[in-house]
């Protein structure tokens, strides 16, 4: 799973709406000039935090370092070092088993009796 996240608690206590963030909006036009499938996600679901969406963005595409598509996507998003081009924006790669560690989240009701607990 591929997934952006954007900083924005040095923006505390007035934080510029996610749409409004320039880089948010540079690689979402990126994105869709690219023919890239993307969609809103939120952080990882997590039973000790409540969070509120961020600007965050899954990515569709899959983490192959010979896949083109992926190719692109990583040098549009980092330099040749690593590092990201793009102030306060995360780049994250979660493999399949990490993300399938909170798989019970989606169970039916599970939230439900989360939130009657809390």
């Given at each position: 799973m591929?997934?952006?996240?954007?900083?924005?608690?040095e923006q505390r206590?007035?934080?510029?709406?996610?749409d409004d963030i320039d880089s948010r909006r540079?690689?979402?036009?990126?994105?869709?000039a690219n023919h890239v499938e993307w969609t809103r996600c939120g952080h990882v679901a997590s039973t000790t935090v409540m969070r509120s969406y961020a600007g965050q963005i899954y990515i569709d595409v899959p983490?192959?370092?010979?896949d083109p598509t992926y190719q692109?996507?990583?040098?549009?998003?980092?330099?040749?070092?690593?590092t990201m081009r793009y102030d306060g924006v995360r780049f994250?790669?979660?493999p399949l088993d990490k993300a399938m560690e909170n798989?019970?989240?989606?169970?039916?009701?599970f939230w439900e009796r989360w939130a009657d607990n809390f």
């Amino acid at each position: 799973m591929l997934y952006l996240e954007f900083e924005l608690a040095e923006q505390r206590p007035n934080p510029v709406p996610f749409d409004d963030i320039d880089s948010r909006r540079a690689i979402v036009e990126w994105l869709e000039a690219n023919h890239v499938e993307w969609t809103r996600c939120g952080h990882v679901a997590s039973t000790t935090v409540m969070r509120s969406y961020a600007g965050q963005i899954y990515i569709d595409v899959p983490y192959d370092v010979d896949d083109p598509t992926y190719q692109k996507l990583q040098q549009f998003l980092e330099f040749e070092d690593g590092t990201m081009r793009y102030d306060g924006v995360r780049f994250w790669i979660f493999p399949l088993d990490k993300a399938m560690e909170n798989a019970y989240h989606d169970e039916p009701g599970f939230w439900e009796r989360w939130a009657d607990n809390f």
